[in-house]
C-alpha cells in the first residue's frame, strides 16, 4: 500500500494569537479507521507529518458504524436511554479507535499518547448528546507534543463542569478538531474522510458531482445546516468564528481537497456552489400557540429548529431534526398545542454566494421542479440559498435535476489561493 507523504500546509495569513510553528491537527472520519489496515494507514499518515517536522496532533471518529452499533445497543436494553448513561457509552467508540491508531503509531517506532476527550483537556456545557465545547484547557496536550509525542485525541466528546462526560452530537469530531486546532494556533485543521472534498452534491447521489477546490464560510455554513454531514455545523461555526483554516480531504489519496476559507479569493465565483439535501428532518404543523411562546420552549429542551415557516396567524410550521423528535413533542404537549408532524419529508437546498447578484435562480429551481412534476412545499431563502420539501421519494430526482440545470458537475475548478 502507498501512503502519501504528509506535505505542511502553507503558513496563515492571520494572527491568532499565540501560535506554536507547524502544529498540525489531523482528524480522520469513522470510514478512515473502519478495520484495523485502515488503523494502521492513519498511523503511517501520522508518522509521516511528524517526520515532516509538524507538531501532531491527531484527532479520530469511532471505527465504521461503531456509533450507530452503540446507539441500537442502548435501546435494546431501555426504551428512552438515559441520556447521561448514553454520553458515556457513545464516547467508548472514539476511545478504542484513538487507543488503536496510538498502538499502531509506537508499533511504527514514533512515541504516541492517546488521551479521551476529558483528559485532552474539552470541557463542555452539560447538554447530554449535544454539549458544546465551553473551553479547551490545553496544557498536557502541549506537554505530549514537547515531548515530541504525536498526541491522540478521542473525538466527539469532553467533559462537564460537574465531571460527567458529555458527546458533541453526530459529527462531532470536526468540533473537537477545530477547537484543539484554535486551542493550540494550528497552521491549519485537516479534516480527512471517505470523499474528496466538498461536492457540488453529495457524490453518493449525483455521481457527477465535482469537487470544489474552496468555500466559503458563509457557503459551508449553508450546506453544512442544509445536510451536507461532511462538516458538522457547529465544527464550521467555530472555524470561522476562530479563523481556523480547514481543509477537507481524502484519507486515501494524497491529492489536495476543499478549503474552506472565510476571504473569498476565488477568482471567479461561482453563482451556485452545490445542491445539497437532507431526509434527517421532522416537520410539524402548530395550531393553538404562539411563536413568543413556542420557540423560546423549544430552545430550553435544546431542539434545533430549522425552517420556520407562519402560514397564517394561528399556524406555524417549522422543521427540527428526527432525533430531536421525542424533545419537541414533549414540548407541545406541555403547551397545550394542537400539532402534526410529517417525517416523511427531505430538503432540498441550493446554495451559492454568486446568488446575491444574479437574479433568476429561483425561477430556473422552480422551473426545472415543474418540469419532473415535483411539487416543493415549505420554501424558505436566505441571501445565499434557496430551500424547499419533497416527499422523500422525490429528493435525489430533484437533486439530480437541479445539478444538472445549474450545470454544477461541468463547471471549471477555480483553485484556492
Ligand atoms: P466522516 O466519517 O469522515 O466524518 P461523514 O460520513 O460524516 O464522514 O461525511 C462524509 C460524507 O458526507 C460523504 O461520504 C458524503 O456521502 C457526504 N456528503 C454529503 N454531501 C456532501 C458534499 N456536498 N460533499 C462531500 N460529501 C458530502
Ligand atoms: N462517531 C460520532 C458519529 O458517528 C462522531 C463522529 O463521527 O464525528 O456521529
Ligand atoms: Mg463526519
Redesign the pocket.
Known amino acids: 500500500m502507498t501512503v502519501s507523504e504528509h506535505e505542511l500546509a502553507p503558513p496563515s495569513r492571520r494572527g491568532r494569537g499565540p501560535s506554536h510553528l507547524g502544529t498540525v491537527v489531523m482528524k480522520f ?4 479507521v473502519g478495520d484495523p489496515e485502515r488503523i494502521k494507514r492513519v498511523a503511517r499518515q501520522l508518522v509521516a507529518a511528524r517526520q515532516a517536522g509538524a507538531r501532531v496532533v491527531g484527532v479520530v ?1 469511532a471505527m465504521g458504524h461503531t456509533t450507530d452499533e452503540l446507539i441500537g445497543l442502548a435501546h435494546e436494553v431501555a426504551a428512552h436511554p438515559d441520556p447521561r448513561e448514553l454520553d458515556m457509552l457513545l464516547s467508548t467508540g472514539e476511545r478504542i479507535a484513538c487507543a488503536l491508531v496510538a498502538m499502531a503509531a509506537r508499533d511504527l517506532g514514533h512515541e504516541a499518547i492517546s488521551l479521551t476527550g476529558s483528559q485532552a483537556g474539552i470541557i463542555t456545557d452539560s447538554v447530554h448528546t449535544k454539549a458544546k465545547i465551553v473551553e479547551v484547557r490545553a496544557a498536557r496536550i502541549h506537554a505530549a507534543l514537547d515531548r515530541e509525542q504525536i498526541v491522540l485525541v478521542a473525538g466527539f466528546q469532553g467533559m462537564s463542569a460537574t465531571r460527567d462526560i458529555t458527546t458533541l452530537g453526530r ?1 462531532g ?2 468540533t473537537t478538531a477545530v477547537a484543539l486546532a484554535t486551542a493550540l494556533g494550528a497552521d491549519a485543521c485537516e479534516i480527512y ?3 474528496a472534498g ?2 457540488t ?4 447521489v449525483v455521481p457527477a458531482a465535482r469537487k470544489l477546490a474552496a468555500v466559503t464560510f458563509e457557503e459551508m455554513l449553508e ?1 453544512a445546516a442544509a445536510g ?3 462538516l458538522q455545523l457547529r465544527s464550521v461555526e467555530f472555524a470561522r468564528n476562530h479563523g481556523v483554516r480547514l481543509h477537507v480531504r481524502s484519507t486515501f489519496g494524497g491529492e489536495p481537497g476543499t478549503w474552506v476559507t472565510e476571504e473569498d479569493e476565488r477568482v471567479e465565483h461561482a453563482i451556485i456552489s ?1 445542491v ?1 439535501h437532507t431526509v434527517e428532518e421532522a416537520v410539524y404543523r402548530v395550531q393553538g400557540s404562539t411563536a413568543d411562546v413556542l420557540f423560546p420552549a423549544l430552545a430550553d429542551a435544546h431542539v434545533n429548529v430549522d425552517t420556520i415557516i407562519q402560514t397564517s396567524a394561528d399556524v406555524i410550521v417549522f422543521s427540527a431534526p428526527l432525533e430531536d423528535r421525542g424533545a419537541t413533542a414533549g414540548v407541545l404537549d406541555e403547551l397545550g398545542a394542537s400539532w402534526s408532524e410529517r417525517d416523511d419529508l427531505g430538503k432540498v437546498s441550493i446554495v451559492g454566494a454568486g446568488m446575491k447578484s444574479h437574479p433568476g435562480i429561483a425561477a430556473r429551481t422552480f422551473t426545472t421542479l415543474h418540469e419532473l412534476r415535483i411539487e416543493p412545499q415549505f420554501i424558505s431563502t436566505s441571501p445565499i440559498k434557496i430551500a424547499f420539501y419533497v416527499p422523500h421519494g422525490e429528493v435525489e430526482r430533484a437533486v439530480q435535476a437541479l445539478h444538472a440545470t445549474f450545470e454544477l458537475g461541468t463547471g471549471t475548478e477555480v483553485r484556492h489561493g
Open positions: 472520519g469513522g470510514t478512515s471518529s459529527g469530531s470536526d474522510t471517505d470523499v466538498v461536492f452534491a453529495d457524490p453518493r450546506l451536507a454531514r461532511v452545490a445539497t
